[in-house]
């Protein structure tokens, strides 16, 4: 039983244009959802979250949006560099203090 | 600050064979602390996860084990390694109490063979 998905294995957005990577939960006692971004042979590196409290959260280039009637949050990249080219993580947080991850979608960013 | 180490970074071991990893945190008092394992072109899969010393929890059934000896240290453990259990094994920490978010160490790349 998924509780989070990530149903895009993979996108391939043009450097400058907008990146959006999408999850989907199951869970609605989730309280916090998180964003990692992961480069190959590394641990995941925290970028951005949002409380369920909230419907958006803005850090510089990076946004992540959360719809609590239809269970989806989203993150916004724009503009898109090469360097944001990794694996992109959604977990979201329940009281237990676990966090749930979804599969994972490979952001490739062409120059 | 506070970081995480662990090692070691790569691991190659025969079926059979018995298997410690170690995990420490710096900067930081009575961390929860975590181990996952991604497998392959897969996501995340939460394996213990520990609240204090001595008090471990278990998300799946497996031949591995963790221990927490002391505060800042999560040790990851097997008496014989399976084919199965290659993987990236990385250990989490998060603050003790309402801490949402978990930071990750570097990693540690077991090949068995």
């Known amino acids: 039983d998924q509780q989070v998905k990530q149903n895009s294995p993979s996108l391939s957005v043009q450097e400058g244009r907008i990146s959006i990577l999408n999850c989907d939960y199951t869970?609605?006692?989730?309280?916090?959802f998180l964003w990692y971004k992961k480069y190959p042979a590394e641990g995941p590196t925290f970028l951005i979250s949002?409380?369920?409290?909230?419907d958006k959260n803005e850090d510089g280039r990076f946004t992540v949006f959360l719809n609590k009637s239809a269970k989806h949050l989203s993150l916004h990249i724009v503009p898109s560099q090469p360097g944001d080219s990794a694996v992109y993580f959604c977990a979201a947080h329940n009281a237990g203090n676990m966090l749930t991850f979804g599969g994972g979608t490979r952001l490739m960013v062409k120059p | 600050s506070q970081t995480i180490h662990q090692w070691p970074a790569t691991l190659v071991q025969p079926v059979g064979s018995p298997l410690s990893l170690e995990c420490t945190v710096e900067g930081t008092s009575n961390p929860n602390l975590y181990w996952y394992r991604q497998a392959a072109g897969r996501g995340l899969q939460l394996l213990f996860y520990?609240?204090?010393?001595?008090?471990i929890s278990s998300e799946v059934p497996q031949n591995l084990s963790a221990s927490r000896p002391q505060d800042r240290q999560f040790i990851l453990s097997s008496k014989k390694l399976l084919l199965s259990d290659s993987g990236f094994y990385l250990c989490a920490w998060s603050v003790g109490a309402g801490g949402e978010t978990q930071y990750f160490g570097p990693g540690t790349r077991l090949l068995v063979l």
């Open positions: 520990s609240v204090g010393i001595g008090q």
């Open positions: 869970n609605s006692m989730f309280d916090y």
């Open positions: 949002i409380s369920s409290i909230k």
